[in-house]
Each structure stands twice: as structure tokens, then as C-alpha cells.
């Protein structure tokens, strides 16, 4: 059995990581392309006498609608919490989990959602002129309060992203925890190149790529729809791969949730060590008992953090002199460097024709090197951002070294602090919660 | 609340196998509809229906005969099929997604309810003893990261590297700032050494070079570099930039731009403008003027060309059309004649119509490019014939056009009014010149002025240097050569005045009547009659005649000096005299 089961998890590591791959190859090069705005289809060339449409944009959300998004999201969150912590109920977060999904994902079509609210916050903070709305602020800070409080009830009932996933979810199999270790740090990439594009004004990229909004909206593109599709069915066999791999939220939950208050524990008293809910959680977020510490392997923990806090200066260092080259690079997705870039092209006669963009700028009659100037000074702002990048996630690799070098004490079977995404379904495994159940029927 | 005890729940086997085969169905319907959403969608006609080569293959035809009736309806009939058939494709694709929806909310479903998420309790281990592998799987996480950092690490290399060399060295095209723009436009050497708008760079009619031609016959073909037929008529002026040569042409139906070699006279290329969707009938002109009187420019990599009908079309140096602008039909009595100007990379065109008080003439700067128009502006002035000039000084460029009843100045990157100076009267035709931050501009039924160009606001009170009244023209604009000012009039007269006084020095009479500027290279002045005669004469302050030379064939167009030859449009054929 047990060659059968290594080979099982190596396909399903490998399959894991080529999904994994392929979403970063989607992500990657889509970054750099343009929305061109043109019409599904172009209009007559010729008088046919059909009157074409005015293109309209959609108003803005009425307050009344966007202040009862925000009251819902408080109530789902306290409702979440209660019933992760108190009343124990796997089955009614699954159909909080549920209702959560008719509402901000197929009702309020994805928006506005704390993951993509960070990048406001991210924008406000740069660029004082920026104000984040309140219900933007909301979404982005009530979900991360309630997760210093109490877990991450957010994951687990309210977010739409997660609970479409779950829907997906039939046979969960074990992600080998090193590859899991391994994928978790794209949600750290994902996460600093999303801050980055936001702080200097040039994308919301978690927006525009959000794998789900074109199922919540019955409509978009054939790549985004196949990005989706290739996340849903990946997450048919991996629990919540989108979460757990890509959601730069979930990176700021998992620091709350680190932290947090009160949190999820699988058993109700105290843990028996029986074992059984090993295999329940389909996230990899429940950690085993630590063996007893001796002497000797104290020593070697010592040693081994010793050497990884010597590098980590220099790791951060050196990640974030790769970020400084890596920012001129990233930049060429903003729109004035785009505009930039395309101008001299077409100016020095290497690409043929024109694009609105270029067209737009002629037509204002700025001297190109005005834009130029501009440009270089975009640059100049992602030489600095791409430091910082670097930084961030040479730190994200250093520090999670460090805490791997650690030497943790368990007595029992834990929800992971950071990782649990407070489902609930660990507790119907416990037959300490069994016992509790029973009891509580009795009386 | 028994929820996850398995012994509590057992599966009735055939509740299970009948979820399972409903889960199988639902599974095989929805894998049934994915393949059809994705086959439709990726099938033909999936992309947008216009880009298909039926279609672009028609666009051509259409191109090629854009008067072709049965063309133009081959191409409504194609276009309603593939729009058909685009939206037959979308709703079978629509079709496929709700069944697929449904499909896999059934195989969801039935799935779950055959195999809850309560999965069965775990295989337990013999003994409860929880494995001893902390160590081991701490030390390959610790592995993974670290390998995740390195790929990262690697890719973010890849990706800034590789790129790299392609990066535009920004910063120092924003510090110079002069660089790009003289890339692009072109410069004002380019501008005096090709010959790209009515009367070479400024309009002046000056060449760029000394050593012209004195002597050809265009019947014996004396001094006759090569004579090239022209396919339609025309009265615009030719334009030259290095190696090639522009005319436009055209009749009430069919309006073209063609290229020559300006070595050989080869044409390179002729190419109709195509207004697509555009019916309208011609304006009602006078014969003479034509429908092809305005004179084309270029920048060297593009050509604009305007005629009667109020069209503006631009064409790159291959003579494919970059863009059509339609600014009819035009309230001009005799035709529009106005011939463009071109200021980096704007085309400034002047539509003067009707009466001040209409409110319909306007200067229009269009982008050469893209033909987009980057401002426009009214004019309070009747209808004119003249072109505009860009005066370009150290206190700025400005582009001045001239109309009755007033000389205006305006902001060639704007449109923004600079100045004015009143007092034009009269249908006015001929073109103002600059000469030493002078302006000169005649007709017969006003004057010829004098006067000094610049100021804000209106200046005829104080910028009026002098005007005089001998020997106005009508048609012809004027040539000032520094010292003097050459005037001819329509009837053949030529007129030389002093430019500091306006004292007339001498007048001739040449005999023939004459619609074609006079022209200037080195000391020699060219003054061509419509029979096509052309006299050369020594500028100076007597009348000197050097030379006589027949072209053979009339000419109203003025003289194109480039390459130390003349390029002459005649009625039927273009000529390049010289060697």
C-alpha cells in the first residue's frame, strides 16, 4: 500500500504544482496586456440606417446598497463566529458558507470583496490624494478584526471566493505539506506585486485577474473563464487551492490569525490523541504533537535558527537588490510607461499604426518628452517599489525559514493558527465533540 | 447533531448507487456541453466576424473600385451572414454554459449526496502512537521554501535581465526633450531642403538651393529630365521629399494621391481616397479651380492630401490610406483651394465658407498620424482661397491665415487666437509670405500690406509697416526675396516693390495671363504663364530678363524646387526639369 500511496501523492504534488504553474503562467503574461475597450463586434461600415446604442457605464452602487453590503458582512461575520465557536456546526457554516455566495457572489457579483479592498487600502496609503470609501474600508478591516478575534470566520462562511471552491470540493486529497509549504509563498508574490501595481496607480491586479468574478457575473473572457474553470477543478481533488496558494488576503488573515483571540480548537476539552482527525481537514491545516524535546535536538534547532537569522539580513539584502533590477520590468504595466514605450515604437516606425492611447496623447498636443519625463519617473517609483518587493518577500522567505527552525510544543492535535480557515469540519471527527454533542442532546 | 459519525449515518446502497448513476449522467451532460461551449467558441466565426478574410478580401475589392455598386452590396449581404452567424455562435455558446450550469449543479449534487463530505472515519494506525517525523517533515518545509525562494528568485531574474536591454533609456529622453521630438517631426533643415507643402516650408516659394534650371522645352524634350503622365486633373501644386514625389488629383468622382519617382519619374503608386460610407453628392464648382486645387503635404513619412469635396485623406509613403476625414460639403463658390500646412505633426487645413456672419469657416488641425482632430477653431471671416503659413521665430510658431476681412493669428498647438489685423476685403486667393518677421499678403481689392507679424490682440492700428496699390494680383501670391516684394497679377503683370517702402521699383508686362506663384531660386525668379511659359528673370531692382523656356503643355500649378530641379505640373503631365 504505502509505494501506492507515495506514487498517489507525488501525482497529486505534481499535478499541484503544474495547476499552480499554469495559473502563475496565466497571470504572468496577462499582466502585461492592455484592455483595448473595443466593442464586442465592430459596428456597419456602412449607412444600414440602425441607430448603434450609446455606450453607458453602469452607476455607481447606491449608498443604501452599498452600506447593506457592509451589514452584511458584519452580520455574516458574527453569525460565522458564533457558529464555528459555539455552536460547532460544520453543517450550518456550510450553509452560511452558501448563502454568503448567493449574496456577494452571484447577487453583488463579487464586489466589492476584502481581497480586492486591499488594494485601495494599499493605493490610500501612497497616494494622499486617494480616499478609500467607507464600505471599502469596512470590507477591508472587519474581516481582519473579527480574525484577531476569533479566526479566520471569514474563510470559513462569508467569503465567496472560498465557498465556490468548497462547493467544488469532492475528493480531497493530502497535498504533501513540504509542497504546501513550498505554494504558499506565490500568495506572498501575489500579495506584494498587488500592493506594488496599486500603490503607484497602475492596476488593481487582484481585480482584474480574480479567477471567480466571471462566474459570479455569468460573463467575461475565455482566459479568465478558463483560469476559473482550471482553479474549480483542481479544487475538485485540493481543498481551496486559491486560498490556501494565491489569496494575497489570505496572507494578512494568516497573520491575524497568528494572533488571534479565541480560535479554533477540533476538540472541545482536551485533545486524546486518538488520531482520527488526522486525515479531516482537506486544507493540510491541522499540525501533529511535537515529540518531546532533548537535549540534543535543542541544540541542533539552536543552530540550525542561528544560521538562518545570520542570512536572513543578508537574504533580504539580496532579494531586494533582485526586486530593484526586477521594477523596471514590472513597470512596463503601467499605463504611462505602456504609453511611453508604444509612442517612441511608433515613432521610430517598429510597430505599424496606432493604438487610442497614442492617439489620445497626440491629441493633446504634449510634447512627447513630457511624457517621457513622466515615464522615467514611474520608473524611478518601481525602482523603489521593486526594493521594497524584494524586501517583503525575502523577508516572507526568511522569516518563515525561522519559524521552521523552531522547535514548537504540542501536546494534541491543533488547527494550524494561520492556516485554519475555521471550516469546522475537523470538529465531527473529535470524539471528545462527540461526547459533547451527546450531552448537550441529553440535557 | 450526529453529523460525522459514521455509524450513524450508513449509506443505503441503493440510495448511493442511484446517486452515483444520476452523478454520472449529470457528469456526462455537462462534459457533453463544455465540449460544445468550447468548440463553438473556438470554432470559426468565434472571433470578430469583420476580421475574416472574406470579408477583408471584399474591403479590398471595394478599395480597388470604390464606385462599384455590386461591390458595395456583396459586402452589406457578407456582413449581415457573418453577423448571423456570430450571434448563432454566441447563443448556441449561451446555450451550451446554461445546460453545463445546470449539468454540474446535478453532478455536484449527486455526487456530494453519494459520497458526503462526512467522509468515512480514517484508517487509524495500529496503536495510537503519533508518528516521530516532526524532524524530517520540518526539514524538507524548510527544503521547499527555500527551493520556492530560489525559483522565484530565478524567475524574477529571467524576467528582469531579460528584459532589460529592451528598455528604453527614459530618463534620458525626458532630459533631452528635444530628441524624440526631432525624431519625429522634421526638422526645420528637413523642411527647407524638400520641398513638402505648397510654396516649400514657409510658403514662401524660395528654393532651398541656388543652381536651378535656365533653359528646357518641353516639346523637344530640352532640359527635360522626364515627363511622367498624370491619370486625372488637377491644379494642386507638387510636393517633393527625398526621393519621391506627390500630385493629388481628381475629379468629381474619384480622388487620388500619386507617387512618383523623382529620379525617373516612375509612379510608385496611385491610390484613390476611399470615404467609405459616405454619399454625397459633389459640390457645385468652378471648372477651373477643380476638385484637386489644394496642394498635399508630407512629412516625409506620410502624405495629406484635401479636395473639394471637404476630404482629407492620409496615406503613408506607400500609399496605403491611413485615414479619410470628411469636412463637407463646403460653401465655396469656386471650389475649395486652400492648400495644407503642416506644423510637427499636425496638418493645419483651412475651410473659409460662406459669409463672416455664418459662422462656418474654421481652421482645423488634424494629427497626421491618425487624421484625429486635435483642435478646431471658428473663424469670423468669409470665404477665402488662401492657404496658411506657419511663421516659426523665436517668440514662438504661430500659423497665419488670411481671409476678409481679417489676418489672423493662431497657436499652432492650440488653435488659441494670437492676434488679428483687420480691414480685407474681397474673394482673397493668394497666400500671405514672411520674410524677417514681416508678413506680406496682396489682393487686388485691397492692397498690398506690409506689416509687422506678432503682437497680441487687434493690431491693425500698430503693426501696419505700409501698404501700396500697384500691380495687385488675384490669384498669385506674392514672393519677397528680403528687399524686395514680387506681385503678379493674373493678367501677366509683374510687380516689383521695394519691401521697406512699398515703392513700386519696376512693372512689366509679360503678355499671358498667369495663375502659378512666382518662384525664387538663388537670384533667379520664375514666373510661369498658364500657356506655360516660363520667364526667368534676375531679382533685383530692375527688370532683367535672363531666360525664356515652353513647357509645352499650360500650367496653373506653382513650381516645386528640390533636388536642384524644378518639378512642373502641367495640365496632363508632370515634368522634372533640370538633370
Not at chain 2, 187 to 204: I, Q
Request: aromatic share 8%; net charge positive.
Amino acid at each position: 500500500m504505502k509505494p501506492i500511496r507515495f506514487a498517489a501523492r507525488i501525482a497529486t504534488a505534481l499535478a499541484a504544482a503544474g495547476c499552480a504553474l499554469a495559473v502563475v503562467g496565466v497571470l504572468l503574461p496577462a499582466a502585461w496586456a492592455q484592455d483595448t475597450g473595443a466593442p464586442r463586434v465592430r459596428p456597419p461600415e456602412f449607412e444600414s440606417g440602425h441607430e448603434l446604442p450609446l455606450t453607458t457605464s453602469p452607476p455607481p452602487s447606491a449608498p443604501l446598497a452599498e452600506t447593506l453590503d457592509a451589514a452584511v458582512l458584519l452580520t455574516a461575520l458574527a453569525v460565522a463566529a458564533w457558529l464555528v465557536l459555539r455552536v460547532r456546526s460544520r453543517r450550518a457554516v456550510a450553509w452560511l458558507a452558501a448563502a454568503c455566495l448567493a449574496y456577494f457572489g452571484f447577487w453583488r457579483e463579487g464586489c466589492v470583496c476584502p481581497v480586492g479592498a486591499t488594494q485601495n487600502v494599499a493605493l490610500a496609503l501612497f497616494d494622499p490624494g486617494y480616499a478609500v470609501p467607507l464600505v471599502v474600508a469596512a470590507f477591508f478591516f472587519l474581516p481582519l478584526v473579527f480574525t484577531l478575534a476569533f479566526g479566520r470566520v471569514f474563510c470559513a462562511g462569508v467569503c465567496p471566493l472560498g465557498a465556490i471552491q468548497d462547493v467544488f470540493l469532492l475528493r480531497p486529497v493530502r497535498v504533501p505539506a513540504w509542497l504546501d509549504e513550498g505554494l504558499r509563498l506565490l500568495a506572498y508574490a501575489y500579495l506584494g506585486l498587488a500592493v506594488l501595481y496599486a500603490a503607484t496607480d497602475s492596476a488593481f491586479v487582484i481585480c482584474r485577474y480574480e479567477p471567480f468574478v466571471s462566474f459570479f457575473r455569468l460573463s467575461g473572457g475565455a482566459k479568465m473563464l478558463a483560469l476559473g474553470a482550471c482553479i474549480l477543478v483542481l479544487g475538485m481533488f485540493v481543498g481551496r487551492p486559491y486560498c490556501r496558494w494565491l489569496c494575497p488576503y489570505g496572507v494578512l488573515l494568516g497573520f491575524a490569525g497568528f494572533v488571534s483571540r479565541w480560535r479554533v480548537s477540533i476538540t472541545p476539552d482536551r485533545c486524546v490523541q486518538c488520531r482520527l482527525c488526522e486525515d479531516s481537514c482537506p486544507y493540510g491545516a491541522i499540525v501533529l504533537p511535537t515529540p518531546a524535546r532533548t537535549a540534543e535536538n535543542r541544540v541542533a534547532a539552536r543552530r540550525r535558527l542561528a544560521g538562518v537569522l545570520a542570512a536572513l539580513p543578508l537574504l533580504v539584502l539580496a532579494a531586494g537588490w533582485l526586486g530593484g533590477r526586477l521594477g523596471p520590468t514590472l513597470a512596463r504595466a503601467h499605463p504611462t510607461l505602456a504609453l511611453a514605450e508604444r509612442l517612441r515604437a511608433e515613432d521610430r516606425g517598429e510597430v505599424r499604426g496606432t493604438v487610442d492611447p497614442t492617439v489620445a496623447f497626440r491629441r493633446t498636443g504634449k510634447p512627447a518628452a513630457a511624457l517621457y519625463a513622466e515615464a522615467a519617473a514611474v520608473r524611478e517609483r518601481f525602482d523603489r517599489g521593486g526594493v521594497w518587493l524584494g524586501v517583503w518577500l525575502g523577508l516572507a522567505v526568511g522569516l518563515r525559514l525561522v519559524f521552521l527552525c523552531r522547535l514548537p510544543r504540542r501536546a494534541g492535535h491543533e488547527a494550524d493558527r494561520s492556516r485554519c480557515l475555521a471550516c469546522a469540519r475537523c470538529f465531527d471527527y473529535c470524539p471528545t465533540e462527540y461526547e459533547r454533542r451527546k450531552a448537550a442532546f441529553a440535557v | 447533531m450526529t453529523d460525522g459519525n459514521p455509524e450513524a449515518l450508513p449509506l443505503d446502497d441503493e440510495i448511493a448507487r442511484g446517486w452515483k448513476r444520476t452523478a454520472a449522467g449529470a457528469g456526462a451532460v455537462a462534459l457533453l456541453a463544455l465540449l460544445l461551449a468550447v468548440s463553438v467558441h473556438l470554432g470559426k466565426g468565434g472571433a470578430d466576424p469583420l476580421d475574416t478574410p472574406a470579408y477583408q478580401a471584399a474591403e479590398q475589392a471595394l478599395v480597388r473600385a470604390p464606385g462599384d455598386e455590386s461591390v458595395k452590396q456583396s459586402i452589406r449581404e457578407l456582413d449581415l451572414q457573418l453577423r448571423r452567424e456570430y450571434f448563432r455562435r454566441r447563443a448556441l455558446t449561451r446555450l451550451g454554459g446554461a445546460v453545463l450550469a445546470v449539468a454540474l449543479t446535478v453532478f455536484l449534487v449527486a455526487v456530494k449526496r453519494a459520497r458526503p463530505l462526512r467522509a468515512p472515519a480514517p484508517d487509524v494506525p495500529e496503536g495510537l502512537e503519533v508518528p516521530n517525523d516532526h524532524g524530517r517533515g520540518a526539514r524538507a518545509a524548510r527544503c521547499a521554501v527555500a527551493g520556492a525562494g530560489l525559483l522565484l528568485a530565478a524567475a524574477a531574474s529571467a524576467i528582469a535581465f531579460g528584459a532589460r536591454d529592451r528598455l528604453p533609456d527614459l530618463e534620458a529622453l525626458g532630459r533631452q526633450g528635444a530628441a524624440p521630438v526631432a525624431e519625429r517631426f522634421p526638422s526645420a533643415d528637413d523642411l527647407r531642403r524638400h520641398w513638402g507643402s505648397f510654396r516649400g516650408a514657409d510658403g514662401s516659394g524660395i528654393a532651398g538651393f541656388v543652381e536651378a534650371p535656365v533653359a528646357w522645352n518641353g516639346a523637344t524634350g530640352e532640359g527635360v529630365l522626364w515627363r511622367a503622365e498624370l491619370p486625372l486633373p488637377g491644379a494642386s501644386s507638387p510636393i517633393v521629399w527625398e526621393d519621391r514625389l506627390w500630385v493629388s488629383c481628381g475629379d468629381a468622382g474619384r480622388q487620388e494621391v500619386c507617387c512618383f519617382d523623382a529620379a525617373s519619374g516612375r509612379m510608385l503608386w496611385r491610390s484613390p481616397v476611399v470615404m467609405v460610407g459616405t454619399k454625397m453628392a459633389p459640390p457645385e464648382i468652378e471648372e477651373e479651380t477643380g476638385f484637386a486645387a489644394c496642394t498635399p503635404v508630407t512629412d516625409g513619412r506620410r502624405v495629406v492630401a484635401a479636395f473639394a469635396h471637404g476630404f482629407v485623406a492620409g496615406f503613408d509613403r506607400d500609399g496605403t490610406q491611413l485615414w479619410t476625414r470628411n469636412f463637407g460639403p463646403l460653401d465655396n463658390a469656386y471650389g475649395h483651394a486652400s492648400s495644407l500646412a503642416i506644423w510637427r505633426g499636425l496638418v493645419l487645413a483651412q475651410f473659409d465658407q460662406g459669409h463672416a456672419q455664418d459662422g462656418k469657416s474654421r481652421l482645423v488641425a488634424l494629427e497626421v498620424a491618425t487624421g484625429r482632430t486635435a483642435w478646431e477653431t471658428v473663424r469670423p471671416v468669409d470665404a477665402s482661397w488662401c492657404s496658411p503659413i506657419v511663421v516659426r521665430d523665436e517668440a514662438g510658431d504661430q500659423v497665419v491665415t488670411v481671409a476678409s476681412p481679417w489676418v489672423i493669428a493662431y497657436a499652432p498647438e492650440s488653435g488659441r487666437e494670437l492676434w488679428r489685423l483687420g480691414g480685407l476685403k474681397g474673394e482673397l486667393a493668394p497666400s500671405p509670405v514672411q520674410r524677417d518677421g514681416r508678413l506680406y499678403f496682396a489682393h487686388q481689392d485691397t492692397a498690398l500690406w506690409a506689416i509687422r507679424a506678432g503682437g497680441t490682440g487687434d493690431v491693425t492700428a500698430s503693426h501696419v509697416l505700409w501698404k501700396a496699390a500697384d500691380g495687385l494680383p488675384d490669384v498669385c501670391s506674392p514672393l519677397c526675396d528680403g528687399p524686395r516684394v514680387y506681385l503678379l497679377a493674373s493678367d501677366g503683370e509683374l510687380t516689383c516693390c521695394d519691401s521697406a517702402t512699398g515703392k513700386t521699383l519696376w512693372q512689366q508686362e509679360l503678355g499671358e495671363a498667369c495663375y502659378a506663384s512666382p518662384g525664387l531660386a538663388g537670384a533667379r525668379l520664375y514666373v510661369t504663364s498658364r500657356k506655360g511659359v516660363t520667364w526667368i528673370i534676375e531679382a533685383g531692382p530692375a527688370w532683367h530678363e535672363l531666360g525664356r523656356a515652353e513647357l509645352g503643355e499650360e500650367v496653373d500649378a506653382s513650381f516645386a524646387f528640390a533636388h536642384g530641379r524644378i518639378y512642373v505640373r502641367g495640365r496632363r503631365h508632370l515634368f522634372a526639369i533640370g538633370r
